[in-house]
């Protein structure tokens, strides 16, 4: 089974197309040194709720220790962290 990930969701509407289009997990930038598609915690937090069972939220960090990244993945609520 292939499984797509869609990166750089900034809202409900591109998470909602990214899923309509066969997207299994949906990437969430959080803060970095640089990139586009950053965005802040608390609008990371909004969206994810909106994702439906057995579509997997993936935050992207660039966090350094094991607390930092624990921390912020509940705030955020994902179900998976990607280390930058």
Sequence with gaps: MIR?????ISSEGEAAVAIR????LLGFVSQMPSGPGILDEAT???IVPTIPPGVLSVLLTSRRTAAEIADQQ???SVNA???C
């Design 21 to 24: 289009h066969g997207a299994s």
């Design 4 to 8: 797509a990930k869609v990166c750089c």
């Design 81 to 83: 962290i990607q280390i």
């Design 74 to 76: 509940r705030r955020c």
């Design 44 to 46: 990371i937090a909004r």
